[in-house]
């Protein structure tokens, strides 16, 4: 399943301006609450990934990437960009994370545009191989927290319920996004 959109202007340097459209492409505005959403058929919940482009508009603010939120807001999965210009990528349930990888890097290059790739695996024994983060083809590894699923654990994604881009519950994001691709079972 992919998200398809607009297009955006870029220069050649991947920048805003004239230059070349970026084909199958959203700009998404905190001002006009924009995001995509999809209610998933219950799919598989162990094993999945999330690529895209995206390009930050607003640093040091919470950009929802890929988000979902039960109908009594018990259970969560979140992949945002922090206020801190981190990458962060967990689960959480009630008042507490179930598992949290945030970042240890920052970006804060907001003309750049950057190829994020999350796959996740719970069915793999080794912790750190359970879910994996790519920024523009560079898998990151050193992540505080660093609390990974457990093994075989039903993961958030793919529940029969609303699945989001750009935001959530009612918070919305400020960011660029291309080529968004989400494979199940892969």
Known sequence: ?????SNILAGASGQGGGGFAIERSLRFNSGD???LSRNFAAGNRKKWTWSGWFKLSKL??????F???????????????????KIRIGEYSSSAWEWQLDSTSQFRDSSAWYHLVVAVDTTQSTASDRVKVYIN????????????????????????????IGRL???AADF????????DGQ
């Not at 988000?67 to 210009?85: A, I």
């Not at 660029?176 to 494979?183: K, N, P, S, T, W």
């Open 137 to 164: 083809g560079e898998q990151l590894t050193s992540f505080s927290p660093s609390n990974y699923p457990s093994q075989n654990k039903d993961t958030y994604v793919n529940q029969a319920v609303e699945h989001n």
């Open 169 to 171: 519950q009612t918070n």
């Open 1 to 5: 399943m992919s998200f398809v959109g």
């Open 60 to 65: 040091g603010q919470r950009n929802y990437i």
């Open 67 to 85: 988000t979902n939120w039960n109908s009594s807001g018990q259970l969560s999965l979140y992949l945002e960009w922090t206020n801190s210009d």
């Open 176 to 183: 660029y996004l291309a080529d968004v691709h989400f494979i």
């Open 33 to 35: 609450s924009a995001y």
